[in-house]
């Protein structure tokens, strides 16, 4: 019997599964049990990042108080307002790479390279919203704490994002190395998070 859409005792057809083929993003980036393991795509440096990524949500050690220090006003908006754009920042990303998106540095199978938007400005827009967070965190806390873990996040973020540009490297042999060339990795001129 066909379904009809103004009679509620007859049954609709099922949803059409999800264009990525009813998997959960999970599957589509390609987690594994063995690559937690053995790092093969680059999960150890996940891991890292995330791990940091949390911390930067404990408190302040040492609180300035502790110190007999008023952390100043301006300082702690500067630090709010850095938060939020590295939000927004990081969302723009996010929407820009679509179905290209993955949190590993491994790219997606067939992956389109995206250089527009905020990719037009920096190679890992997304890593440069995360450092512009953490130091909007270490401003806003006014902690030594999280002046380590913005420091910790740069290296890990460094080393993840030159591990995924030798992937990128090997997906598009033709046009990386040129948007590589003319593209600051994270942050222009800092050494350890721009390299060409």
């Given at each position: 019997m066909p379904s009809n859409p103004s009679d509620p005792a007859v049954p609709s057809p099922p949803p059409s599964p999800p264009a990525?083929?009813?998997q959960a993003p999970w599957q589509r980036w390609?987690?594994?049990?063995?690559?937690?393991?053995?790092?093969r795509r680059?999960?150890?440096?996940?891991?890292?990042q995330l791990l940091l990524l949390a911390a930067l949500l404990l408190p302040p050690r040492p609180a300035p108080a502790t110190l007999g220090l008023a952390w100043p006003l301006p300082l702690r908006l500067l630090g709010a307002a850095l938060v939020l754009l590295a939000l927004v920042g990081a969302a723009r990303s996010l929407l820009r790479l679509g179905a290209s998106l993955t949190p590993l540095p491994?790219?997606?199978p067939g992956a389109a390279l995206v250089t527009e938007g905020p990719y037009a400005c920096c190679r890992h827009p997304l890593y440069r919203q995360?450092?512009?967070g953490a130091a909007g965190m270490a401003l806003l806390q006014g902690s030594l704490l999280h002046l380590l873990l913005l420091l910790a996040l740069a290296g890990v973020l460094?080393?993840?994002a030159r591990r995924e540009e030798r992937s990128l490297l090997a997906a598009h042999p033709l046009a990386y190395p040129a948007y590589r060339a003319a593209t600051p990795a994270?942050?222009?001129?800092l050494p350890w998070l721009d390299w060409r």
């Open positions: 990525s083929g009813g390609g987690f594994t049990p063995a690559g937690w393991l053995d790092n680059g999960e150890w440096w996940l891991a890292a491994e790219p997606m995360i450092l512009i460094g080393g993840k994270i942050l222009p001129g």
